[in-house]
């Protein structure tokens, strides 16, 4: 049975917002999915300051290729596709306690042509 696998880098995910403390950003090294299947990737927001407040930006890279800008997520009223990115593709986010304070991009009806890195970058600004 073939799987694709779906890595995930955190590329130094450090981020660019001016305050007195900046957070980070970590991802797990690689995650792994059945063609068809479902997938969510996270992204955890260094404790000290809550997700909510902030736009996550996802991005996927395949090998040889510039970054592909899929979408942002601040929350249900405050998120953006980015253009000819499948619904397939979706962000979402815990804030049900501070040591949550995750962000997921879930990818579903995988196919192989999403074998790809996956990073995540944090914003004060939608796009």
């Given at each position: 049975?073939?799987?694709?696998?779906?890595?995930?880098?955190?590329?130094?995910?450090?981020?660019?917002?001016?305050?007195?403390?900046?957070?980070?950003?970590?991802?797990?090294?690689?995650?792994?999915?059945?063609?068809?299947?479902?997938?969510?990737?996270?992204?955890?927001?260094?404790?000290?300051?809550?997700?909510?407040?902030?736009?996550?930006?996802?991005?996927?890279?395949?090998?040889?290729?510039?970054?592909?800008?899929?979408?942002?997520?601040?929350?249900?009223?405050?998120?953006?596709?980015?253009?000819?990115?499948?619904?397939?593709?979706?962000?979402?986010?815990?804030?049900?306690?501070?040591?949550?304070?995750?962000?997921?991009?879930a990818i579903s009806a995988v196919e192989a042509e999403d074998?790809?890195?996956?990073?995540?970058?944090?914003?004060?600004?939608?796009?």
């Open positions: 049975e073939s799987c694709t696998h779906i890595l995930i880098l955190s590329l130094g995910s450090l981020l660019l917002i001016v305050a007195s403390t900046q957070p980070t950003l970590t991802q797990p090294a690689s995650e792994s999915v059945p063609p068809g299947g479902t997938i969510k990737l996270s992204c955890i927001m260094s404790s000290g300051t809550s997700i909510s407040g902030y736009y996550i930006h996802w991005f996927q890279q395949t090998a040889g290729n510039p970054p592909r800008y899929l979408l942002y997520y601040k929350d249900e009223s405050s998120k953006h596709q980015g253009s000819g990115v499948p619904a397939r593709f979706s962000a979402s986010k815990d804030t049900s306690k501070a040591s949550t304070n995750t962000c997921y991009l074998e790809a890195s996956y990073y995540c970058l944090i914003s004060s600004g939608g796009e």
